[in-house]
């Protein structure tokens, strides 16, 4: 199972990346997540320009097998979605933290206290 120490979870499995200047972040869903949906076949995000607060559903990932809500990590302002997810939604199961990110937020805040570092991850999802 990939856990980057790099990055900070949520309980939810989205990863989030935080820019150096802290003002922006990528979020993503984790390795595990993608896992357990199995193969991605659409990745619906129509939330570009939305200020979202945290726990509200960004998106939906749908699989073989489901359809899954993303949720936001972060109180933030959806700047940019991966355009590439439209064409190519296996990137989530191929590159989950690379590739297949899926939005990127501009912060409107500096509380983080909902996130995990990766040892926290690894202990909640039994890794």
Known sequence: MNIPEDLKYTKDHEWVRISEDGQTALIGITDFAQQELG?????????????????????????????????????????????????????????????GWMIKIQLQDADQSNLIDHQQYASLIGS
Not at 68 to 80: A, K, Q
């Open 39 to 99: 193969d991605i076949v659409y990745v619906e995000i129509e939330t570009e320009g939305e200020d979202i607060a945290g726990g509200e559903i960004f998106g939906t990932v749908e699989a073989v097998k489901t359809v899954s809500d993303l949720f936001m990590p972060l109180n933030g302002t959806v700047i940019e979605v991966n355009e590439d997810l439209e064409q190519s939604p296996e990137a989530v199961n191929e590159d989950p933290y690379g590739k």
